[in-house]
């Protein structure tokens, strides 16, 4: 089988370590997926494929990429685990384009400065634990792995994925200078946050898709948001009350964030918050199809304007998505929702579902 040159193995539950022997003879092989299966070493024979440039190893029990692994310098795909350990030297590697999942925890600040040398990365997945970090000084810990990302988005890279642990948020309006090659950028919506909405992040020009998680948010910052001229997906999870600079006592509508200029190009939205704090105002988000609206703990604020914020603004709506907890909607409300939204000129489909909270 010298001629083969892709060779998918996922889910091959039996397969084992001495299975994999002699695979250097697949002199042709490109594209190598071992995910999951039980394997738990990568085998030497693999340094020898030099025509490989794809390998996933994800969801197995390899821990650790031995220090030779940089061998394969023609490699321009890689996928492993969150706790699979890289090579110390990976900044040889330079064809690589994509890479996932990197726990910058795991590492030395030295770490950082080799993954700043990928110049031709164009995708990254990576995590962030400030407790985590084996450096003493976090501060500088944080700062380098700022400067990597800075250094990655001045070259090649266009999409990152961020896991953030931290409860300081994550400082991403230090990034410098802007990050204008961007095209997609994620913040996991359910771990950490970040500390503001850069003021920057108008600027990207090049930006289609963005999610971050935040703790609270001023009405400049979703005016920001709104400058992004590309972005055609946003979600966001709003942690607290807004900072309209007006919340006083019960929540009120004329203290809630307003949609009021921009998104041009945003074809989906999707908004996490207990307080369902959003209006949205005539002329923004001219092409938005699909509209998701999460209230994890409860109704809160959103009784105040019986369910009706703006939404016949939204011309091309095709499609409302309401999610709540089990106990957050009852039947009351579910026909106040239909109400709202079939009073819509597109008739958009509706969605309503509940989720039983977590204990």
């Keep these: 089988m010298k001629a083969l040159r892709v060779l998918d193995l996922e889910g091959c539950k039996e397969l084992e370590d001495r299975h ?17 299966t ?15 440039d794809t390998l996933d190893i994800r969801n ?17 795909r890689l996928f492993v685990d969150l706790d699979t350990r890289l090579p110390d030297r990976i900044g040889k590697m330079k064809n690589l384009e994509e890479l996932t999942h990197v726990n910058a925890c795991m590492y030395p600040i030295k770490f950082l400065q080799q993954l700043a040398q990928l110049n031709k990365l164009r995708e990254l997945e990576i995590s962030w634990d400030r407790e985590g970090t084996q450096e003493g000084d976090r501060t500088s810990y944080e700062a380098g792995l700022i400067d990597s990302l800075g ?3 001045g070259h090649n890279l266009h999409s990152i994925n961020m896991h953030i642990i931290d409860e300081n948020g994550f400082p991403l309006h230090t990034l410098y200078p802007a990050p204008c090659a961007l095209q997609r950028l994620h ?58 600079g007006r919340f006083r006592g019960p929540p009120n509508p004329d203290d809630w964030l307003r949609v009021r200029k921009g998104f041009q190009s945003l074809n989906g939205f999707r908004f996490i918050c207990d307080w369902m704090c959003l209006i949205f105002e005539a002329g923004t988000m001219p092409k938005l199809e699909v509209l998701e609206l999460e209230v994890p703990s409860g109704r809160h ?28 909607c009852g039947e009351e409300d579910e026909v106040a929702i239909k109400k709202a939204v079939s009073g819509h000129r597109n008739r958009p489909a509706l969605e309503i579902t509940r989720k039983r909270p977590r204990r």
């Excluded at 070493?41 to 025509?51: A, I, R, S």
């Excluded at 990429?65 to 321009?76: D, E, N």
């Excluded at 289609?208 to 590309?230: A, K, N, V, Y």
Aim: proline share 4%; net charge negative; charged share 20%.
């Design 20 to 36: 994999l022997e002699n695979i250097e003879r697949l002199i042709q092989l490109r594209y190598l997926n071992l995910g999951e």
């Design 38 to 52: 039980e394997i738990t070493e990568l085998p030497k024979q693999v340094l020898k494929l030099q025509c490989l």
């Design 60 to 76: 197995t029990g390899v821990s650790e990429l031995p220090s030779a692994f940089i061998q394969l310098g023609q490699l321009t």
């Design 151 to 153: 250094i990655l988005t």
């Design 187 to 244: 913040f996991d919506l359910k771990l950490g946050n970040i500390s503001v909405v850069p003021a920057w992040m108008g600027s990207l020009v090049n930006l289609q898709e963005l999610s971050f998680r935040i703790r609270t948010m001023t009405q400049d910052d979703l005016d920001i948001l709104g400058d992004i001229p590309s972005l055609c997906s946003l979600a966001f999870h709003l942690e607290e009350r807004p900072l309209t």
């Design 301 to 328: 604020a959103i009784e105040k304007c019986g369910y009706d914020f703006g939404i016949n603004i939204l011309s091309c709506l095709t499609k409302v998505c309401f999610r709540f907890n089990h106990w957050g």
